[in-house]
């Protein structure tokens, strides 16, 4: 926890921190996600830290993109990290430890991981279209990623969703993008296996830089590396590979991330003469899948379905809120979506309220305030929410995400995420963390 700033902030005083932020994590073609702890290029923090840049660097925007999208795989999956040589050895796992070089339908020309994330790509463009200083100068950039992301949607819907059915499914919790969400603990409780024999031996560096109480415990970086390992040992080989591997979810907000870039790269595609009824076809198929399988009735919000055990997982995130993002719920859902937020699972209680919006349920069994996704505030989730619902005609409620974020921004500086308890309230994780500020500085734009 961390409460450096005791004076108000004004807008312009948070722009300017903001802007320093990314000026300070910039490494050329791209910007690290922060300081120490993630020297490289991460995938979906590369859609938001382009937001970030949009307004004062549109080319560096741009740039973000071309860089990521360096890393792409000729089956069009594009990389959770792509990583910066310079920094080599100061991440674990490093590029080494992927054994993804020299294999077939990999870049040359970069190292990357063997993973995807949440796409994002698809909707960061259509906004960055939105504030292109020069729309024809433009064009040839997103004419090349317009292809790259459609080689990206057409990877998830054939390799990661084998039987058609407009759902993608995750091979990793990495690939969420919210790694230690206690769903993930719920679909590991049938994955047996030995952490002696079956997990090769490791050293974390993450607890070099953040204490280890924000960070995930040993048992769950075991898993981590448990999954790449397997993966690494059959070379990334799909689909043959999927046959028997034990973790293939199906979880709401990647498959909600991934509808809404169909959408917005529909808009794109218009605008550049492209037939885009494929991409209709995949928003309306996954915003249906998405109602048909990923809704808990009891609870009234959207959960993950695991594919081995063939069941929903009961657990009740953030990110079963998101389908709001691409209009999957109907007015009846939206409303119980709307209703939860607003309740003490996310809101907390007169006596001990909260920010929103936390990552994990307050109430939840493995709800935690400071440890990395069981339960602190992250700002791109909350940045993702306000959009979704203004899309539901929710503007209060749109406005009080984006109050609470500038205001936890304005009073403890620009974390990784945060406390959502009010009285305990502080930042945790890493500062200067490149995507709180880029967001802010999105928000402040509008
Ligand atoms: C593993 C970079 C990334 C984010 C993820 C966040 C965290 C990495 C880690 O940092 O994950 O990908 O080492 O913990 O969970 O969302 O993209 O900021």
């Avoid at 120490?36 to 740039?63: E, M, R, V």
């Avoid at 090769?200 to 070099?208: F, I």
Wanted: net charge neutral; glycine share 6%.
């Amino acid at each position: 926890m961390n409460d450096r700033f005791s004076e108000p902030k004004t807008e312009t005083d948070l722009l300017k921190e903001a802007r320093r932020v990314l000026q300070h994590n910039l490494l050329g073609a791209f910007t690290k996600p922060a300081p120490s702890l993630y020297p490289h290029q991460w995938n979906w923090d590369a859609g938001f830290i382009a937001l970030g840049w949009a307004p004062t660097n549109f080319k560096q925007a741009c740039s973000e993109m071309t860089a990521l999208f360096r890393g792409q795989w000729s089956n069009g999956m594009v990389p959770q990290i792509v990583f910066s040589v310079k920094n080599s050895g100061k991440y674990f796992p490093g590029y080494r430890f992927w054994e993804t070089q020299g294999l077939p339908g990999k870049p040359r020309n970069a190292r990357t991981s063997g993973l995807t994330m949440p796409a994002v790509h698809g909707f960061v463009l259509q906004r960055l279209l939105e504030q292109a200083p020069d729309v024809r100068e433009a064009r040839p950039f997103f004419r090349r990623m317009y292809d790259r992301v459609l080689l990206l949607h057409d990877y998830l819907y054939t390799l990661r969703d084998p039987h058609g059915e407009g759902l993608a499914f995750i091979c990793h919790p990495w690939e969420s993008g919210m790694d230690n969400l206690p769903t993930w603990e719920t679909v590991f409780e049938t994955i047996h296996f030995d952490p002696e024999k079956d997990v090769p031996a490791y050293e974390r560096m993450d607890l070099q830089h953040v204490d280890a109480p924000f960070r995930p415990r040993k048992e769950s970086y075991d898993r981590y590396i448990y999954l790449v390992n397997i993966l690494r040992k059959s070379h990334y080989k799909k689909p043959e590979l999927w046959n028997d591997y034990p973790f293939k979810v199906q979880e709401p907000m990647f498959n909600a991330i991934l509808s809404h870039s169909n959408e917005a790269m529909m808009e794109l595609g218009k605008w550049l003469g492209k037939d885009t009824g494929q991409l209709r076809e995949w928003h309306e198929q996954t915003n249906k899948a998405i109602n048909d399988k990923l809704w808990d009735e009891q609870r009234g919000v959207y959960v993950s379905f695991d594919l081995v055990q063939q069941r929903q997982v009961p657990v009740v995130t953030a990110a079963g809120l998101m389908p709001l993002l691409s209009g999957a719920p109907d007015q009846v859902r939206a409303e119980r979506l709307t209703a939860l937020l607003q309740n003490p699972k996310f809101s907390g209680t007169a006596e001990n309220p909260a920010w929103l919006c936390a990552s994990t349920a307050l109430d939840d069994p493995g709800f935690d305030p400071s440890r990395y996704w069981r339960g602190p505030v992250w700002i791109n989730m909350n940045w993702m929410m306000y959009h979704a619902l203004l899309r539901y005609n929710q503007p209060a409620l749109a406005a009080r995400l984006r109050d609470d974020s500038l205001e936890l921004v304005r009073r403890h500086g620009f974390w990784e995420y945060y406390n959502p308890w009010k009285k305990q309230s502080g930042g945790c994780g890493t500062d200067q963390f490149s995507w709180t500020a880029a967001l802010v500085i999105d928000w402040l734009r509008q």
